[in-house]
């Protein structure tokens, strides 16, 4: 293992880091075997920094967490009903219909999202979004031409 930079990613965002610290995290987390970071096992260096992951996930973190797994449920509810989900216009344009959630996609909050989902799958369960039957195409009516002939043969 030679990259440690999920380690050091999460060491900077400690309130007080230094070498100390780092050592003692390391002695911790090897059951004190060393306090070298390149001598930890991979399942300890792993332990190790998914604890310091939980330790620092703050209020945004998991509420952008969050946001994004709902988000995702709800996109892929709207592919299942058969809405192009790599098109934004059509998400955005999809979401603003007042009975869907009546604002843009991107403007939604967790909440939202949740009952947004709800929505899409209660739909789903009862046949899906209803296609517009295409209209026939109307055929060109014909363009009435008036032909002036004279009877006595003499233009006028």
């Not at 007042?98 to 799958?121: H, N, Q, S, W």
């Not at 039957?133 to 002939?149: E, F, G, N, S």
Request: charged share 30%; aromatic share 8%; with cysteine.
């Amino acid at each position: 293992m030679n990259n440690y930079s999920r380690f050091y990613a999460l060491l900077n965002r400690l309130p007080v880091h230094d070498e100390e610290i780092k050592e003692r995290l390391v002695l911790q987390y090897t059951g004190g075997r060393t306090p070298r970071l390149r001598e930890m096992t991979s399942a300890e260096y792993r332990t190790m920094c998914d604890a310091l992951d939980r330790s620092l996930k703050d209020g945004w973190s998991i509420r952008r967490e969050q946001l994004r797994k709902y988000r995702s449920a709800a996109l892929k509810q709207m592919q299942r009903l058969g809405i192009d989900t790599t098109d934004w216009a059509r998400i955005n344009a999809f979401c603003r219909d007042p009975r869907i959630a009546g604002r843009e996609f991107g403007a939604l909050d967790p909440e939202a999202l949740e009952a947004l989902a709800v929505k899409l799958r209660s739909i789903e369960r009862r046949g899906g979004l209803k296609q517009l039957a295409p209209q026939p195409a109307l055929k060109p009516r014909a363009k009435q031409h008036i032909i002036y002939v004279p009877l006595d043969g003499l233009p006028n």
